[in-house]
């Protein structure tokens, strides 16, 4: 019996593995074969790209594969995921070879080692200055940039037919036109959301760091002292007259704009599709301070791999097909925001809209891409939602809480 | 000795259930059924109320055209099947055929791998049987947040020998997910078995059955009402998983439906709750069609058990 | 009766496990057969650790199953496989990685630090043009540029630095021809593109003009490298200031006068990262609320879901109730959801002004749900309940599916009320069979980060901390923070592994004492 058990697994074995090794080489040999004969196998590019893009970026693509006759597989993946996977996965030659990502990864993606220069030669004054700037760090470009981001005022101009001057004009317009809220800005309840409320902060002369000469960032906090102190007063005062709330989050502002309840709010060029149905202008963001207020500008673009075994077909895609007035204007109609192309921007410019934030973006300012920004976000918006909402009764103090926090965090 | 075998043995034989609860429930007086039944159905109304709030939120929600899924307290204010058809394009029933797949596939081996093991935890007595037990339950408890990493690599190297265990394969996934076959379900399963008599299989042993026969034929039989709640929780655990899920699965048509579902949402800026909420009310549909399907086997027990008491 | 059944089946015997051996055979040698299979592609591939692994598990299952010793592991094996390989190996490797100073900037390995430090420091020499570029190749099949410059053709290789080459053809700007080369298809390049973006070719025989490199193969620029790294000596230098660096302990080039570059790798750092976690005096005050909070929300949780489960279950578990189905059916349904999408759907039902909670049920009412200390962690408990009663309500009902009728039988003899049925059958019993689903029920709680981070974000923060934490927080949601995975600091998944392994210990022998007082129970039952 024992040894029939052997036998008869012995055998079952040897049958089934000569299936597979009769089987197995073959296969290799004629993978090998089919790559040989046809040049798409020669290469294929992986691009990371998010939803809102994947159209476009596959249009792209197939113009190039039609050309180069290389393979470009297109991965969809979240937005928010790509940066955590990207950096995970670069180090250990999996990751795509391009990747969608906004300008403010940069820093981190630098002090990682994933990311690889991309040389734009003579077609970097073809951009909007302030996109490729965006991607610049110590001299050399990172990124192909194909959009530009930023919020601005929109406006009903059924409930209010003049652009605001002021902030004080805005809420006396709002108040004029009798709707629910005199204006609308979103906050993520208690979490805050600095980035909307940053105009009004910039109007105050109380930027987050202390920029350069070049317009980059050092990490030097500047968001405290006598300026940044007026902000938080100013804050606590709008809270308490219940101009500024922070249970208004993004979905209530959207939903109440697109129903009438506000002649304003400020948002940026992805809130325009829910309002379709309104008469729209778009316009500068009234400053409360005496300064301009000052949005921030983000700049999306696509980033080479450090790893990347098909550098040279990434950077021929990138350079030589991704930057051409159609692909820029392809991006920016599957996600609405201006492209960073200066033809392809004109060109989207003809819708006013489009011109209008286009306008504000150009005097507004980038966001910061150094790796200290991560630590300034979480107690920033914090506390500009508890003196928002009253629960920091002194806001002063709360601000300068604030900054001594993020100074310890920051080391 | 006598006793539990037969009744266990009148389990097994589910003849005829049914026929003597018509009967009770014809005879009893008002008086009576509120005072055992109709209360019954004054808590059930008020859980069902309490369970099914929220989601009639979502189910406005995926009827709304244009409506955000916070942003609206006017529930039903506008109807329409935009939402559902707008599904069609996307690739939400490529998602939902994944899901079915690796949630069964992986149901199936829980129940199966998480049932051997809690019949040996339960019927042998061996060297290491306490310590095996704990350290299944304890090794479940380790912090998955992290685990990502180590998973993400381990598929890697397990992708370069083996192309279907690696990365971006339902099969991969499949297999980490059965990484967690013992554990809690053995648990689960073990207590479960422990109240089956083991006087039954010594019986069943005197008479010549083989170990391999007593559980396959008597013992699985018996404690089907417990194989249909693992396999349930199972198969729900993996449809709302998606930490792992989108780290394994990298193309989009490889997607589980918690991963499609949440790459929806996930961006603020640009969620599409409608098309989200629609999905989410679809991808329900699995979990409670299966439970309608399971609970004829969950109450078995129960009814075989009622007719005799 | 019985006897006269297991007749049967003893007669049909034989011929079960003649079949069954069979079927065993038939697996056995599948098994074998895929596990040879596997052992060859890694084998092939090289994979050491993996043929180890698998020629370790084929070997331990064909023991398993043809020795008449290791009855209990045949039952066994299959899931224990499974287990090694896709949870213990995790777990041991988060082990090994609390010992790492893996994080940002620290992010992969020296060869590859190396490899982007020399890419982000090579700079294009200032107002060179862009040369239009050919790869061409020599007769011994040597890679060379073919340039133009200023309407003239140039040629070079790595070697030989860039000479005229009078007797090119160009067109449209591009060489397309040079005597003594071959011009390479796009194919070809495409085949040798690691060769081609890496090689650079000397402007001239000074090296301080600089060498031409492409990265599209059509278009050159002259570069200049500002870092050299001296593969002997294993030392970056700073080519415009002469600064050497050596690489130190940390995993970075660390220059005479304490200077890091900013590329770093991953190296073992010992104990450092258990010291970190227990050494910032930021987190000393929040921690001592964050472990109680932890605490009580993982009790809590598990106390009032299986309360509820519980009592629901045994309210449906009257056979002559008209309408179980439904009522089952769609109390299952809050476990059908996805869970972040149930956090994120009560985080919006919850908004003190504008919540459906406030508005609709409470009239207008305005409860801070979520921004009040205690009402947020109300709030995070009544979200729990909702969340996981439906899956006691589940174990609870097959639980009283198992529960012995006769015992109630004899209950109902001796006058016991139903109070009392309860207290001293239904509930032992129930608790016997569900004890280790409830302890996992805990330590899953005790880590219960989606529902956290979805519902509240850990807010309302703490007033009086220094650090990003708040009344809701948790362990691990701290730990999150502290590590920088939130995005708040650096991510250090060195430090993270440190504390998710300090926390696997603490619910570890907590579920371990706890699981011991179960097992005394039971004996006494």
């Known amino acids: 019996m024992r040894r029939s058990i052997l036998l008869a697994s012995a055998l079952a074995t040897t049958l089934a593995l000569t299936a597979c090794g009769s089987g197995e080489p073959s296969g290799d040999s004629s993978a090998d074969a089919d790559a040989s004969a046809k040049p798409s196998a020669l290469g294929s590019l992986t691009v990371w790209v998010d939803e809102t893009r994947e159209a476009a970026v596959t249009t792209a693509a197939e113009a190039y594969e039609a050309e180069s006759g290389v393979d470009v597989e297109i991965v969809q993946k979240n937005f928010e995921d790509i940066r955590a996977d990207f950096l995970a996965q670069v180090p250990t030659g999996e990751g795509p070879d391009i990747t969608v990502g906004a300008h403010d990864w940069l820093g981190e993606f630098t002090a990682n080692g994933v990311v690889a220069p991309i040389e734009l030669g003579d077609k970097a004054g073809d951009f909007i200055p302030v996109s490729v700037q965006a991607f610049t760090q110590d001299g050399q470009v990172y990124g192909l940039p194909y959009a530009i981001e930023n919020i601005a005022l929109i406006r009903n101009t059924e409930l209010a037919p003049e652009a605001p001057k002021t902030y004080d004009d805005m809420v006396a317009a709002g108040k004029k036109a009798g709707t629910k809220f005199p204006f609308l800005i979103q906050s993520d309840g208690d979490k805050g959301d600095p980035y909307t409320y940053y105009p009004f902060q910039t109007s105050f002369g109380a930027p987050v760091f202390e920029q350069n000469d070049d317009g980059s960032y050092r990490p030097e906090l500047a968001l405290g002292g006598e300026n940044g102190e007026a902000f938080a007063t100013w804050l606590g005062e709008q809270g308490d007259e219940g101009n500024l709330s922070i249970d208004i989050s ?162 | 000795m006598t006793t539990s075998t037969d009744r266990a043995g009148s389990r097994r034989g589910t003849a005829a259930p049914g026929t003597g609860q018509q009967v009770l429930r014809h005879r009893m007086k008002p008086g009576r059924w509120a005072r055992e039944l109709g209360w019954r159905h004054v808590v059930g109304v008020l859980a069902v109320l309490y369970a099914v709030f929220p989601i009639v939120y979502v189910v406005s929600a995926s009827l709304s055209p244009t409506g955000t899924l916070t942003g609206s307290n006017e529930l039903f204010a506008q109807v329409s099947g935009v939402n559902y058809a707008e599904l069609g394009d996307t690739k939400f029933w490529t998602w939902m055929g994944n899901t079915l797949v690796i949630g069964v596939a992986t149901a199936v081996g829980t129940v199966l791998m998480g049932a051997a093991a809690a019949y040996a935890f339960s019927r042998f007595r061996f060297a290491g049987r306490r310590l095996g037990l704990t350290s299944l339950l304890i090794i479940q408890m380790f912090p998955q947040m992290l685990a990502f990493v180590a998973i993400f690599l381990l598929l890697i190297s397990l992708g370069e020998v083996v192309p279907a265990l690696g990365l971006n394969s339902k099969l991969a996934l499949i297999c980490v997910y059965l990484g967690g076959a013992l554990g809690v379900n053995t648990f689960l399963m073990y207590g479960f078995f422990n109240t089956v008599p083991r006087e039954l299989d010594e019986a069943a042993k005197i008479d010549g059955a083989s170990h391999a026969q007593v559980y396959w034929t008597i013992i699985l039989r018996l404690v089907t009402p417990i194989l249909a709640v693992v396999a349930l929780l199972s198969f729900i655990s993996t449809f709302g998983e998606f930490i792992i899920a989108r780290v394994v699965l990298q193309s989009e048509s490889n997607w589980t439906l918690a991963v499609g579902l949440y790459g929806w949402v996930s961006s603020l800026l640009e969620a599409n709750w409608g098309l989200f909420a629609a999905g989410a009310v679809l991808s329900a549909i699995p979990v409670l069609a299966l439970f309608l399907f399971l609970q004829k086997y969950i109450v078995g027990g129960l009814t075989a058990g009622s007719v005799k008491g | 009766m019985s006897r006269a059944r297991y007749k049967g089946a003893e007669a049909g015997s034989g011929t079960f496990s003649g079949a069954g051996f069979a079927v065993k055979l038939v697996l056995i040698a599948l098994v074998d057969a895929l596990g040879v299979f596997g052992v060859l592609a890694a084998w092939r591939a090289g994979s050491w650790g993996i043929l180890a692994a698998m020629v370790a598990l084929l070997v331990a299952a064909n023991w398993v199953y043809f020795t008449k010793r290791a009855l209990p592991l045949k039952y066994i094996l299959p899931g224990l496989a499974f287990l090694l390989v896709y949870q213990v190996y995790v777990v041991g490797y988060t082990g090994y990685v609390a010992f790492t100073n893996y994080g940002d900037g620290h992010n992969s390995t020296k060869e590859q630090a190396v490899d982007a430090l020399l890419v982000q420091n090579e700079r294009r020499v200032e107002g060179s043009p862009a040369l239009p570029l050919t790869v061409v190749e020599d007769g011994d099949g040597e890679l060379g540029f073919a340039v133009v410059e200023d309407g003239a053709a140039e040629v070079g290789t790595a070697e030989e630095p860039l000479v005229a080459a009078p007797d090119a053809t160009i067109d449209a700007g591009a060489v397309t021809e040079v005597p003594g080369w071959t011009v390479l298809d796009r194919a070809t390049v495409l085949q040798r593109q690691d060769e081609v973006t890496t090689l650079r070719v000397p402007v001239s025989d000074d090296a301080a003009d600089g060498s031409v490199r492409t990265q599209d193969a059509r278009t050159g620029y002259v570069f200049q490298p500002v870092l050299e790294y001296d593969e002997a000596a294993d030392t970056m230098t700073d080519t415009s200031t002469g600064v050497v660096y050596t690489p130190n302990d940390d995993g970075q080039f660390e220059s005479a006068d304490g200077e890091t570059l900013p590329v770093g790798w991953r190296v073992t750092v010992g104990f450092e990262n258990f010291a970190t976690a227990f050494g910032d005096e930021r987190y000393a005050g929040p921690f001592v609320k964050i472990l109680l909070w932890t605490f009580a929300f993982a009790v809590l949780s598990v106390v009032t879901t299986f309360a509820l489960g519980m009592f629901l279950a045994m309210v449906f578990n009257d056979p002559r ?66 969340l996981g009663f439906p899956y006691m ?43 280790p689903l409830l302890i996992s029920s805990f330590a899953f709680n005790f880590n219960n980060f989606t529902l956290i981070k979805m519902l509240t974000g850990g807010g309302p923060r703490f007033d009086d901390a220094s650090v990003p934490l708040g009344h809701t927080d948790i362990l691990i949601s701290m730990v999150y923070n502290v590590s920088g995975l939130d995005g708040s600091a650096p991510r250090d998944y060195g430090l993270a592994s440190a504390l998710s392994i300090v926390i696997f210990v603490v619910v570890g022998v907590i579920s371990a004492i706890a699981f011991r007082q179960t097992r005394k129970l039971e004996e006494l039952s």
């Open chain 3, 321 to 386: 109730l008209r309408g179980r189905k439904v009522y089952r059916t769609l109390m299952i349904l809050p476990y059908a959801m996805p869970g972040f999408l149930a956090a994120l759907l009560w985080s919006g039902m919850l908004n003190k002004s504008f919540g459906v909670i406030n508005q609709v049920l409470l009239g207008g009412a305005a409860i801070p749900w979520l921004t009040d200390p205690w009402l947020a962690k109300l709030s995070v408990l009544g979200v729990n309940l909702w």
């Open chain 1, 250 to 411: 993004y979905d209530i502002a959207v939903e109440a704009f697109a129903k009438g309840q506000s002649p304003f709010v400020i948002g940026g060029p992805w809130m325009l599709e829910q309002f379709k149905d309104l008469d729209l202008a778009v316009d500068p963001i009234p400053a409360p301070g005496d300064q301009p207020a000052q949005p921030f500008v983000g700049v999306q673009g696509f980033y080479v791999s450090a790893q990347s075994k098909n550098a040279l077909l990434a950077n021929d895609f990138l350079v030589n097909y991704m930057s051409t007035p159609e692909a820029q204007t392809a991006l920016f109609e599957a996600g609405g925001r201006p492209p960073a192309l200066v033809e392809a921007a004109d060109a989207a410019s003809e819708d006013p809209l489009v011109a209008g934030f286009r306008e504000v973006g150009a005097s507004a300012v980038p966001m910061p891409s150094i790796p200290e920004m991560g630590s300034v976000w979480s107690f920033w918006g914090v506390t500009e939602a508890s003196i928002i909402s009253g629960k920091a009764d002194d806001p002063v103090k709360a601000w300068n809480k604030m900054v001594s926090d993020i100074e310890g965090a920051l080391g």
């Open chain 3, 393 to 435: 309500f589940l174990i609870c009902t097959g639980a009283l599916q198992s529960l012995p009728g006769d015992v109630y039988e004899a209950a109902r003899i001796d006058g016991a009320g139903k109070w009392r049925t309860w207290r001293s059958i239904t509930m032992p019993l129930l608790l016997v069979a569900t004890a």
